[in-house]
């Protein structure tokens, strides 16, 4: 069996005056797909900014390769971990052909 890609242990998110979980726990092997569901507001964006090292749990620990995620360089968290947001804002809007003339 291989090693976990990603594994939380005691996993707690919060937002103010409200916890979303607690005591989450799981570990993901590469080639394994996971989907996270739920009804709005329950935390499924908040958890994956999390996981992704943009915001700290308010509890527990996140392991990216067996090396806790808050120890990694922002290098080495990028070169590890993506994420890819449904919607996004962009400040500077220009297409490919754009950025090239430029």
């Known amino acids: ?16 005056e409200r916890i979303l979980c607690r005591d989450v726990a799981f570990e993901i092997r590469a080639g394994e797909c996971w989907v996270m569901v739920g009804p709005n507001g329950a935390g499924k964006t908040t958890m994956l900014n999390t996981l992704a090292g943009l915001r700290p749990p308010a509890a527990g620990s ?12 922002p290098r080495a968290r990028a070169r590890a971990l993506g994420l890819m947001p449904q919607d996004t804002a962009d400040a500077f809007p220009a297409t490919a052909f754009e950025v090239a003339l430029a």
């Open 1 to 16: 069996m291989s090693s976990p890609v990603l594994a939380c242990h005691q996993l707690a998110l919060a937002v103010p």
């Open 62 to 73: 996140i392991h990216v390769h067996g090396t806790p995620l808050a120890a990694l360089a």
